[in-house]
Nanobody, 114 residues
Framework: VQLVESGGGLVQPGGSLRLSCGVS????????MCWYRQAPGNQRELVAT???????NYGDSGKGRFTIPRENGKHIVDLQMNALKPEDTAIYFC?????????WGQGTQVTVSS
């Protein structure tokens, strides 16, 4: 299983950014997909998750500002981030658990700064 994130970068406070994660797995639609983030000196935290039923759940950091759409046909899960704040600065990781094994992408840096 491989996960490849893209879409990170520098954005001003209040701006938007869309991250994308491409996943090489046999039956993508069957898996719960997650986005985590890790800021310097902090533990990795859950930002958002979407199940095979396409029902999303959000960590406190993402509620009301982020969405996690998935495109099963393309094996992609995105993270749409709006109203970004400097405290959203972190490396964002895509994650999937497949057959009890944990798989992480390489991460993509998001920096929110003026």
């Amino acid at each position: 299983v491989q996960l490849v994130e893209s879409g990170g970068g520098l954005v001003q406070p209040g701006g938007s950014l869309r991250l994308s994660c491409g996943v090489s797995v046999m039956i993508f639609s069957a898996y719960r997909m997650c986005w985590y983030r890790q800021a310097p000196g902090n533990q990795r935290e859950l930002v958002a998750t979407v199940g095979a039923d396409d029902i999303p759940n959000y960590g406190d950091s993402g509620k009301g500002r982020f969405t996690i759409p998935r495109e099963n046909g393309k094996h992609i899960v995105d993270l749409q981030m709006n109203a970004l704040k400097p405290e959203d600065t972190a490396i964002y990781f895509c994650y999937v658990n497949s057959a009890g094994l944990q798989y992480w992408g390489q991460g993509t840096q998001v920096t929110v700064s003026s």
